[in-house]
């Protein structure tokens, strides 16, 4: 905050009473020459504190977890204040002050600590009364706040939660790398507005941000259940009635339907919404008010919200929008999308894990295309599937066009040898694998992108399948609805 000195220049007046006898015109009387006065800024150098100041901070503040960042950031910097200039607090400490104050809009319903103690410290130290004359007690306090703010913030807001949270939840995309004293200096840089706009994250973010904006409006009332009604399972273009109404009301609350032209009427206006609102929740485009659509509708705001908060949260455990060429499949979508220099080229369905064995979720590099695969059975697909299917059916494998192998020498072992009962609760020291071919499970091509968790893209003989709305299905790894589509073009 800049105060400026000022400098009074007091004026005297003299009056000279002049005697004659006789009366003579007075002399004319020159005004005097007032200057003006201009504000004087003054410069006062940066304030510094110490290792020793900052260790009482953090005495007094043991629910932090900021020690050693306030101890490396400040070391870094000479102890100079960031937080005052020569002139004293900068206006950037309001805009982030304001951020803090509207965490609830980043889906976080934390309450930042110390924050009461912060925001009377900054209405104090911004008000008229007080001056600043350099370093004292209060911006000294107000200083270390503000610094322990920020890092409590980005840690919260644009990092999220902790990797090893994020990794027990099968999430192992490489995780954004953020120095938070680095970025408070770059946002100081660059000014106020840089607070405003933060760190860049995916696309997805902001918009989840507006949806929550708009869900949170609606209040956390639960909304009356929505059905079709008596005797029937499903409302669609054509039908009339108290329960159609209930559908528009509640379409146009939450933006789908534009105007109520027809009340209780199901028209086209309501047919084209409905499909809006099953297009925004990954249902069937087909215009009928069924029992998915009850099921999306009925969802109350308030769970909305939550459902949007944690989605907030995982936007975070992303690095930035990627960049360049690569593929992105979303998994709840059921979609693979490509991109080359940054736009969209093409997108196909396809099929994902199911339930039981989920897709991961990562991020690697694609090296290899196989044409006429082998299928190398998980271990776990064994002993789970193929072991007891063996013991129930010994023709099974023949059946599949299944063979065993040496783990060690890839030779083939005729399976009529193998003592399969002896495997039903323990480890099948053997490899088992499909033959290539029409039949074969990962159909005539897959893409490899060594990992882990032998998760790949491949072909598939169940074509039948992409035709559902749903499709989880696999064990883990990702169908491709057209699979020579992407090898011509990764070949091109």
């Avoid at 504000?39 to 043991?62: G, K, N």
């Avoid at 629910?63 to 900068?90: I, P, T, V």
């Avoid at 890092?151 to 990794?167: I, K, P, Q």
């Avoid at 192998?405 to 480890?427: F, M, N, Q, R, T």
Wanted: glycine share 8%; hydrophobic share 40%; aromatic share 12%.
């Amino acid at each position: 905050m800049k105060h400026l000195l000022y400098f009074p220049i007091a004026i005297g007046i003299l009056l000279t009473i002049v005697s004659s006898c006789t009366h003579a015109d007075p002399a004319p009387v020159t005004p005097p020459v007032i200057p003006v006065v201009e504000d004087t800024l003054v410069s006062i150098p940066i304030p510094q504190t110490d290792s020793l100041e900052i260790a009482a901070f953090l005495r007094a503040h043991t629910d932090w977890s900021a020690g050693n960042d306030l101890q490396e950031y400040y070391g870094k910097r000479d102890f100079r204040f960031a937080w005052f200039n020569e002139y004293g607090l900068r206006e950037e400490a309001g805009f982030f002050l304001n951020l803090v104050q509207h965490i609830g809009e980043e889906g976080i319903s934390d309450t930042a600590k110390f924050f009461h103690e912060t925001e009377v410290l900054f209405t104090q130290l911004g008000g008229t009364d007080y001056a600043y004359v350099g370093k004292d007690s209060l911006n000294l306090q107000l200083e270390l706040l503000l610094t322990g703010q920020f890092f409590a913030y980005a840690d919260r807001v644009w990092n999220g939660l902790s990797e090893s949270t994020s990794r027990s939840l099968q999430w192992y995309i490489k995780r954004k790398q953020l120095t938070y004293g680095d970025l408070l200096d770059s946002l100081l840089v660059n000014g106020p507005s840089a607070f405003g706009a933060g760190i860049h994250m995916i696309a997805q973010y902001d918009l989840l941000r507006h949806a929550l904006e708009s869900y949170t409006a609606l209040g956390d009332t639960t909304w009356p259940l929505i059905s079709p009604g008596i005797d029937k399972t499903k409302l669609v273009l054509g039908d009339s009635s108290a329960e159609v109404l209930s559908i528009q009301e509640r379409l146009l609350v939450l933006g789908d339907l534009d105007s109520l032209e027809n009340p209780g009427v199901f028209d086209q206006a309501t047919d084209l919404a409905v499909r809006k609102f099953q297009y925004r929740h990954g249902l069937v485009e087909d215009g009928e008010a069924g029992k998915a659509f009850f099921g999306q509708i009925n969802i109350s705001p308030k769970d909305r919200a939550l459902q949007i908060r944690a989605n907030m949260e995982r936007c975070r455990w992303v690095p930035s929008e990627p960049q360049g060429d690569y593929i992105m499949v979303n998994i709840p979508e059921f979609k693979m999308h490509v991109y080359e220099h940054d736009s969209l080229v093409f997108s196909m369905n396809t099929i994902v894990g199911k339930t039981s064995s989920s897709t991961i979720i990562f991020n690697d590099e694609l090296e290899y295309i196989v044409f006429s695969p082998y299928w190398v059975v998980p271990s776990s697909i064994i002993q789970a599937e193929i072991v007891p299917a063996m013991i129930k059916d010994p023709a099974y494998l023949a059946r599949n066009h299944m063979e065993v192998y040496d783990l060690s020498s890839k030779e083939v072992i005729p399976s009529s040898g193998i003592h399969w009962a002896g495997y039903s609760g323990g480890k099948f020291p053997y490899g088992i694998r499909q033959r290539p071919g029409a039949f074969n499970s990962l159909g005539w091509v897959k893409f490899l992108f060594p990992n882990q968790y032998y998760i790949y893209f491949h072909d598939t003989p169940s074509r039948d399948l992409f035709n559902r709305n749903q499709r989880s299905f696999s064990h883990g790894c990702i169908r491709l609805a057209e699979p020579q589509k992407l090898a011509e073009y990764l070949l091109r």
